[in-house]
DNA sequence: CGTTTGCTTGACAGCATTCAACGTTGGTGG
DNA sequence: CCACCAACGTTGAATGCTGTCAAGCAAACG
């Protein structure tokens, strides 16, 4: 695949052009991306702005400093540095990962185009995890100083930027659910059906998807050794669940996998 | 002990009062807590109002609705109801949990005074989990709406109440890093150590607590069966770390907890 | 085309769970 | 005041899920 198409085509693509209905979307993207005002952009519904029109647009629009490019394996930001802005990811894929004293390390989640990147650092001024591009990427940063002080304008800018942090706690509870009291098969499960949801929002196939990370980061992130991961969409596929092509995923019996993860009552 | 008793010494007590330094704190509390402003408060400085003063505390004073009573056992609030108002634990002590649709349920925090309970409420207007007071308790109501109103007004407000955020969020990758990556041992050993640290910052003794939860609820809340919580608890208690009478837990080797915690590194 | 990285699979071990029994505590009513 | 009950906590034995170790294979990269 060359590099100007995977760069093009953001998080995911139909490995086959002609195969899944993956591209129900428009190809603004292959714009250039480092042009694009929020007023404009395709991730307007997902991303800060939901909500915003006219003026407060127009502002946020200018307070949007620098775009930044992130290639595949660079971090977006680290662990202990100074925090000055949040990102919003625009193109590509990033995971987001702490690590205790003694090396071990967790990947608190994945972030896709139109989720925002960074508000751990608000905390005490400095970051809290590290933010890892998955490929490669471009965000939007948003300086925290100047989305304070705009939010301070307009409440439906500052009721919106709560609301997303809120929807972290919430989705940090579900995590929280996930890593307490399920096992291997409802984790891989929830996992996916979580993914695919994301995707579809995002225009993309809800049956059909291509896994940006590692089996061993899917295994952090679910609190799993990677053999575990492996072994599980294994069975998923004998099961008849998934078709499961290294990192390429179709999903054949999404219902299947739906009671799975809520599969206690029998 | 007799219930005012119970009530006034908030979420520790010394189970004998000339044994442990717990009591190295006022005891304003005893005074009728429904009439205390946040300016004269004893946990203005763990609270919403860090750092603020003057003018900005009597706003938030007055904004500070209805204080609220719940009795052990009784919800604060349930996930699903709507969400109005932000609390701050004044005194006594609370979980909150999330439960998956086929009924499995997940203990996401315990909270103490001077902690926020409700911010998952803001990202849909509803509670997305239950707050459930683990000992008679007191509560102050912040009506989120004036607060955000108030938040637009102060500055330094603002910028507390988005940090009061932003550490939760840190906070829960803490706890998915336990779940993620930790043996029982070490989730023990991270769940007193944060514990009784809590509790220092409020005054009590970093040696010795009292537990306000069953070993269901700390089960849940490290993903861990009661079982193994208790096996665990023995078993500290076999190898000197601890002493343990049913809830009453005097940390012998803090050091010893610490190590294991970190504890890869061998 | 070779090397590296990632993925799959098998055999075995170990930690936590499950199931079960018993002990303790605190509240209630006789 | 004491007996009883219910909720909570402790402990043992056995099972099982997931981790560990190891080998082989596939894909990606230079």
Do not use: W
Not at 10 to 36: E, H, I, T, W, Y
Not at 165 to 178: A, F, K, N, T, W
């Amino acid at each position: 695949m060359p590099p100007e198409q995977a760069e093009a085509t953001s998080s995911q693509a139909s490995p086959d052009p002609s195969a899944a209905g993956c591209a129900n979307r428009p190809q603004a993207m292959k714009l250039d991306a480092f042009k694009v005002a929020c007023s404009s952009c395709n991730l307007r519904e997902l991303c800060l702005p939901v909500g915003l029109s006219g003026p407060q647009l127009d502002q946020l629009d200018a307070l949007i400093g620098t775009r930044r490019r992130v290639k595949r394996g660079e971090a977006l930001f680290r662990s202990g540095e100074p925090f000055r802005s949040l990102y919003a990811v625009r193109t590509g894929f990033f995971k987001t990962c702490v690590s205790s004293d003694d090396g071990r390390e967790q990947v608190t989640g994945f972030q896709m185009a139109g989720e925002l990147l960074g508000l751990d650092g608000i905390s005490t001024d400095n970051h809290a995890c590290d933010a890892i591009a998955l490929e490669d990427a471009q965000v939007c940063a948003i300086p925290y100083a100047k989305l304070e002080e705009l939010s301070r304008e307009f409440t439906d800018l500052q009721h919106q930027f709560h609301k997303i942090m809120s929807r972290e706690i919430v989705r940090d509870q579900g995590v929280m659910l996930l890593l307490g009291s399920m096992r291997a098969e409802e984790r891989l499960a929830a996992f996916l059906l979580n993914l695919t949801q994301r995707l579809h929002a995002r225009g993309f196939s809800a049956s059909a998807l291509i896994l940006r990370m590692t089996r061993e980061e899917i295994g952090s992130y679910l609190g799993l050794k990677l053999e575990t991961v492996s072994r599980t969409f294994s069975r998923f596929q004998d099961e008849g669940l998934l078709e499961v092509k290294q990192r390429d995923i179709r999903i054949l019996d999404s219902e299947g996998l739906r009671t799975l993860v809520n599969g206690a009552r029998c």
